[in-house]
């Protein structure tokens, strides 16, 4: 089935440490960006790429590293630089304006 | 960047109850996305709106775009329990390529 990736479902990082988040999609999407949601928040970007090697800093990407190698992955690393990492972490594609979101990563910091 | 004001922030009804939301910008937008959002899941797409004054259903859900692109409201008729969630519109600001900017998202809590 078509569809967005994202794994583990839930990580637990210690402070200090870098950790990385896995978004693979199949359904052959140009864009991929990478979402952040705290608590009753909404949705901040953090980073998307719109083409294979090439990724653009969203409103939210400091403490925050991407690569693009391949069109069907886009990893979201969160560095120790990151003072706050613990969230729920969003990956989502699109062909034109209708983005396709994973299932999320719940990220907490111990 | 660009703001969405989406209200209410919560609503807790009763089940059958009609729902109304709505997302507004002092800006114009030139695509309006719903999305529902279950508990520790992705959000999923509900309703997608295109041109202004747009009216679209999905089942018991209706969407529209405003007439002065820069508002969209929702409304979900007959509310059953399933409808639990967070719904969160979304737009593509006018010079902002396939860009969505969020709001901030509804609760809605609907009880039985």
């Known amino acids: 089935d078509g569809g967005i990736t994202q794994s583990p479902k839930y990580l637990f990082r210690k402070e200090g440490q870098n950790v990385t988040l896995s978004c693979e999609q199949n359904l052959n999407h140009d864009a991929m960006y990478w979402y952040r949601q705290d608590p009753g928040q909404g949705l901040r970007l953090i980073y998307y790429?719109?083409?294979?090697?090439?990724?653009q800093k969203g409103d939210i990407a400091e403490g925050y590293s991407v690569s693009r190698e391949k069109k069907e992955s886009f990893p979201l690393t969160v560095t120790s630089a990151q003072k706050n990492p613990t969230a729920f972490y969003l990956c989502a594609s699109s062909i034109s304006i209708e983005a396709f979101f994973g299932q999320g990563t719940r990220l907490t910091v111990v | 960047g660009q703001q969405l004001n989406q209200s209410p922030q919560s609503m807790f009804i009763q089940e059958g109850e009609d729902v109304s939301m709505n997302c507004t910008s002092s800006?114009?937008?030139?695509?309006w996305l719903w999305y529902k959002q279950d508990p520790g899941e992705g959000p999923v797409l509900l309703i997608a709106l295109y041109k202004a004054g747009e009216l679209t259903s999905n089942g018991r859900l209706t969407a529209q775009f405003g007439i002065t692109r820069k508002d969209s409201f929702l409304n979900i008729s007959a509310s059953i329990p399933s409808d639990v969630g967070i719904y969160f519109c979304a737009g593509q600001p006018d010079n902002a390529g396939n860009m969505l900017t969020f709001g901030g998202g509804t609760r809605l809590m609907v009880k039985p």
């Open positions: 790429s719109q083409i294979v090697n090439d990724f």
């Open positions: 800006s114009i937008f030139n695509t």
